[in-house]
């Protein structure tokens, strides 16, 4: 008998569904991919979910900006207000 190990849950996911877990380690927005990609919120997460395509460009720019954005990169892009107390 063959046992598993704990990366093999991997192999059974598409390439869009990597992406997008890529995308969500890194802390990036579908909004901030949207707005570099040229496509509204909801297509974007309608192509991750497999339910709608992207053209081959669109597809290209989706892909290579969550690989080559780093988590500073969307400090920069989009800072956010830093709360130190929650009353």
Avoid: H, W
Avoid at 1 to 6: A, C, G, L, R
Avoid at 39 to 58: A, G, H, T
Avoid at 62 to 85: A, C, D, G, H
């Amino acid at each position: 008998m063959q046992t598993k190990n704990e990366f093999e849950c991997f192999n059974d996911i598409s390439l869009r569904g990597k992406y997008k877990l890529l995308r969500q380690f890194k802390g990036i927005k579908l909004k901030q991919i949207s707005a570099i990609v040229g496509v509204s919120v909801p297509m974007l997460s309608m192509y991750e979910n497999e339910i709608v395509n992207l053209s081959r460009d669109k597809e290209e720019k989706y892909r290579t900006s969550i690989i080559k954005i780093s988590n500073q990169t969307i400090k920069n892009l989009y800072p956010m207000k830093e709360v130190s107390n929650i009353e």
